[in-house]
């Protein structure tokens, strides 16, 4: 809304972006598919609409290029399989000459599937395209400046499965039948964003995704606390987490030398990001990482999207061209949706600028307070090296079998069992926690608060204990009391019975819900009920899951 004429074309395209997503109605019918289909398809060659299949998450790319920093152990993205009820829904949208296609589009699913085909290999586009016959697929890669002797890891029987499979129509069905495989990828990813459409986070994540940097220069300028944070003592928090962690692993006792000698160069190569890259309010600077185009004449939402997935697919190809590559990882946007992220491919820890104020953290609070909330965040990051994931990344951010000794890893593994039954026992308005897929943010919630009080315990014996502090009504806190009120008043949040998707919240989140990632973790922290002097089967139950 403030964003001027005499603003940068960065920010007007964010605008525009905004403006486009939202003027698109809730639900596609026949007639507004189809004149996106006319927008996005130039010609009749199959080639192209493996193109602007590829373009929306699906197929085209037949492997990943080796220079791409991301993408180096991906092999041929396919569309996420749609349901039956989703296929059926779609297809009655369509014109009659294309609904025979459903039984093609599951056999599609079912002969083409990127679990089938784990065996790759580096080919060059000269013999992709020499072997891939049910497309022309030259043009297609020469798009996104990939030619001749440049290489991809791909995978050879599934190259030869898409010949067979696509090979088996005549050409004019197979447009058809790619046409309407597109059409539904177009439909999941709208759908998707649509999905949340009721409290504008679909749009707004949409736009982030592209220009996360150019939001982030905008924030900063716009908001004078972010522009001129002050984070002398958040740096001393995070050094002394550092140091928290490596004692920590070289006084257990159950770590063989070899496993501690793995993690210490693990933390140590860690590379933590909490100022604005220097180049954050550069124009120049934003077009190539974000997006270098102008989006303020686009036509539809549908328009935006295939411009932004274009600009974004090859920066993604030639990490170069925003001055990337896998030596020298980019930082992300310092404006993004959570506090923080932790990068195993980087061993990077990100923070989101908006973690420097409360409910994160306040530079006037007391130091455990500080501990409880901003510090227990930074160690719950550095914990994700050494979740069911990290485990199996070095410190190189490669993946590594064996690089723990095997029965510290199967400890490890014990734990995370543990931390799995723990937290399958919970339940929230009768839906059960899946102790599964919140395996990796407990072990972090849990691993991050240990981190902290210990980091917490040095600074105190360091004489900065201080008085217990009054809180009212005759209550006085110590100093370690506060750090746990503090890690417990971060999460604070109120989740009720009648709260919209309620179920998908608690079953199906990859986060256990706010009162049971406080729960979770003290009730796993040995110096909880000594600080607040609780009956120990209160809050320490006999399995309780130690992480370190």
Known sequence: ??????????????????????????????????????????????????????????????????NAFFLTSWIFPLPVKPTE???????????????GFYDDIVKFYEDVSPQSFTKTSPLSINDVVKRATFANLSSYFKEFDLEGDDEIQTSKDLIDKMNQFFNSYKEENRLEFLKSLTALQIQQKYDNIMKVKFNDLGCFSFVQSF?????????????PELKNAELTTVTEIQKSLVEAYKETIQESSWLHASSKDCILEKIRNMT?????????????????????????????????????????????????????????????????????????????????????????YDGDWLRSVQYGSIGSIMAHEMTHAFDKSGLIMNSKGEREEGWLDA????????????????????????YKINGEKTLNENIADNGGLQIAYYALLKYLENGNRG??????????????????????????????????SLEKRVTGNIYSPEQYRIIGAIHNNQHFASVFRCSPTTTRPVSSCSIW
Not at 85 to 99: G, H, R, S, V, Y
Not at 485 to 498: N, V, Y
């Open 211 to 223: 220009f996360s940097f150019t939001i982030g220069s905008y924030l900063i300028n716009k908001d």
């Open 407 to 430: 029965e510290d890893l199967k400890r490890m593994n014990d734990t995370q069992q543990c931390l799995v039954n723990q937290y399958n026992r919970y339940d929230l308005f009768g």
């Open 85 to 99: 009820k989703t296929l059926k829904a779609f297809l009655k949208e369509q014109p009659d000459n294309q609904t």
């Open 467 to 500: 008085d217990r502090l009054s809180i009212g009504s005759g209550v006085q806190l110590s100093q370690e009391q506060l750090f746990f009120l503090s890690f417990a008043q971060m999460r604070c949040s109120r989740l009720t019975s009648d709260y919209q």
């Open 1 to 66: 809304a403030t964003v001027t004429e005499s603003d940068p074309l960065v920010y007007k395209n964010v605008v525009t972006a905004m403006k486009q997503c939202e003027a698109s109605t809730p639900a596609l019918n026949t007639k507004t598919m189809a004149g996106w289909l006319e927008q996005i398809f130039s010609g009749t060659d199959p080639s192209s609409v493996i193109g602007v299949v590829g373009k929306m998450g699906g197929f085209a790319f037949l492997g990943s290029p080796l």
């Open 272 to 360: 933590f990001y909490m100022h604005p890259p220097s180049w954050i309010h550069n124009e120049t600077e934003l077009e190539r990482r974000n997006f270098a185009g102008n989006l303020t004449d686009s036509k539809s939402f549908v328009d935006v999207f295939m411009r932004l997935k274009k600009d974004q697919t090859l920066k993604m190809i030639h990490p170069e061209r925003m001055g990337s590559s896998t030596r020298n990882p980019e930082r992300l946007s310092p404006h993004m949706p959570l506090a923080a992220v932790y990068s195993n491919q980087f061993n990077t820890i990100n923070m989101a600028l908006n973690t420097f104020r409360p409910p994160f």
